[in-house]
Each structure stands twice: as structure tokens, then as C-alpha cells.
């Protein structure tokens, strides 16, 4: 029997629930609606969704706010909006825990398939029995990366990453100098449903350097490669 998703859609503006129901219903998701930050709240508490569309700007509380909130208590995955023109740093909503980006006004099959593939990739790791790891620990310099308990320690003392950062990190770490391109990163962290704009991945190294080495500008860890992508040295 096909599971029937609940998906929470965050925004005060008609024009977006109506792009989002049409969307939605094609998959026969369930929706749930909140036009401010409050009702988000209190919709996720009292609904428990698999999925929450979130706009940056709401009414009340902000759309940064909740994801934080949210991010407190679950993994549940985040798709913030943003509307085209607003002065937005998408590290910030990442280094929160969103798990994509998109930007007003955008196309409602491209809505779609980055629904499809965040709903597939969360329900895929719930069902999945945890993967042998080549190694528990990884350990170079001052970094060291605990896979089991998800912890990052940099000169002895912990560092805070979000899902995805960690994510990232990992997956590089356990291919150490292996060149990787934007594009492959991408898709080991999104899936290859849709192409999104690499440049998140740019990102997502930059705020990793930020948190795990010493000089970011002289990066020890994540190097990039220029005009392929990047690695993990080892």
C-alpha cells in the first residue's frame, strides 16, 4: 500500500498554497497549511509531517526561527523558500539544518521533484538497516570525526555540524583524495531527480572550513581542486 505523505506548507501568500496544492495533489500528498511562524509551530507538534515547505519571510516568527525550532527536535526535512530579489544568505538557513533552497517564483515541476526526491531520500534512510562502515573513526591533524556517534572534534573540542555538513564531510572523508565535482556532491547529498544550482555545495564547503580548520583561506582538509571540484587530503 503507497504511504500517504503530510507535507506542511509555511507561507502567507495565496498564490503559493495554490501552486503547492496543485503540486501536492498530483501526488496525492497530504497538505497542511500555516501562514505564520506561530501556526507552524504549532501544526508540527500537533501533525508530526514528513516534510515542511518553508518561506524565509513569515508573519510573527520567521522563517529561520522555526527551522531552528524544528531542528531541535527532528530530522524532518526542510525546503526553504525565498522570493528572487531578497537579500538572502543560504548559509544561514543551512547552518540551521534546511536541506534545500528554492527561489520564488519557481516552477511547480521543478517544486515537485525536489519534493519527490527529499520525501524519497528521508523515507529511504528510515527503511534502510545502518550500513557497515569502512571505519567508526576518522582521525588526520586536529580533526577528528566519530561516524557512529555523528561527533566532530577539532584540537580536542567539539564541533557543531549540521545533518548535512556532517553529511558532506564524511562522505569526503571516506574517500580521501578523491576529487569529487560539484555536481557528483550534489547528488550524493540530494539524489539526481533535478539539477539544483551546485553553487549550494560552494556553501556548504565554505562553512565547513569555517567550523573545521585552522586557516580557511589555507584550507588543511577540504582543498579544492581547481576546475574539477574538491577532496578531502589525507
Not at 28 to 57: R, T
Not at 100 to 117: H, I, M, Q
Amino acid at each position: 500500500m503507497k504511504r500517504t505523505y503530510k507535507v506542511l506548507l509555511v507561507d502567507d501568500e495565496e498564490s503559493i498554497y495554490r501552486v503547492v496544492e496543485q503540486v501536492l495533489k498530483r501526488e496525492a500528498y497530504e497538505l497542511l497549511y500555516a501562514d505564520n511562524g506561530e501556526g507552524a509551530l504549532e501544526s508540527f507538534q500537533k501533525e508530526s509531517p514528513d516534510l515542511v515547505i518553508l518561506d524565509v519571510m513569515l508573519p510573527l516568527i520567521d522563517g529561520y526561527e522555526v527551522c531552528r525550532t524544528i531542528r531541535e527536535t527532528s530530522k524532518v526535512p526542510i525546503l526553504m523558500l525565498s522570493a528572487k530579489g531578497e537579500i538572502i544568505d543560504k548559509s544561514v538557513g543551512f547552518n540551521l539544518g534546511a536541506d534545500d533552497y528554492l527561489v520564488k517564483p519557481f516552477s511547480p515541476v521543478e517544486l515537485g521533484l525536489r519534493v519527490k526526491a527529499l520525501l524519497r531520500r528521508s523515507f529511504d534512510k528510515e527503511q534502510s538497516a545502518p550500513k557497515a562502515r569502512k571505519t567508526t573513526k576518522i582521525s588526520k591533524g586536529e580533526l577528528e570525526i566519530n561516524c557512529e556517534s555523528h561527533e566532530v572534534f577539532v584540537r580536542g573540542k567539539p564541533v557543531y555540524l549540521t545533518p548535512k555538513e556532517f553529511e558532506l564531510l564524511t562522505f569526503m572523508a571516506e574517500h580521501p583524495d578523491q576529487v569529487f565535482t560539484r555536481e557528483q556532491l550534489f547528488a550524493h547529498m540530494w539524489g539526481d531527480e533535478y539539477v539544483n544550482d551546485t553553487s549550494t555545495i560552494t556553501v556548504f564547503i565554505r562553512k565547513l572550513r569555517e567550523k573545521i580548520e585552522r586557516d580557511p583561506a589555507k584550507p588543511q582538509y577540504i582543498q579544492t581542486v581547481w576546475g574539477i571540484g574538491y577532496k578531502f587530503s589525507q
